[in-house]
């Protein structure tokens, strides 16, 4: 089913994301992915790669459900250290577009003390529209 971004025009002009996803069909809950491979090792101490992973096993699940990248309604990201994902935003742009297109999801970014996995830098859950 096909999702349509919420922008109302009194609300400032999202960048890279959506305010609000709207659409029709099953919900499905993504876990946390963090930026590690099936073995469960990180696959970097680089930020940019570990945002490149944990997106792919994101993916990986919505796949696995029968979407795709514009199945995602959601997406909560937290990071360890925001003032690095700030800086590195663009490399990131980049690597979410390669996986992503032009499909912004309604995201939050929550910057938190630590995650589950002491290497892990990143950790990234969703919520897809199937």
Known sequence: ???????????ARPQGYSHGIKGTGELL??????????D???????????FAQA????????GAAGGGPNS???LLIYV???TEYVRRRQEIGV???GKMGKHFPA???VEVKSLLEDRAQIEIEGVALL
């Open 1 to 11: 089913m096909p999702l349509t971004p919420v922008n109302p025009p009194s609300l």
């Open 95 to 97: 690597v979410y577009r």
């Open 72 to 74: 995602v309604a959601r």
């Open 107 to 109: 995201m939050a970014l």
């Open 40 to 50: 469960e090792r990180i696959v970097s101490d680089d930020l940019v790669e570990q």
């Open 55 to 62: 997106l792919d096993n994101l993916m990986e699940v919505v």
């Open 29 to 38: 809950f993504v876990a946390g992915q963090i930026g590690w491979n099936r």
């Open 80 to 82: 360890t250290d925001k």
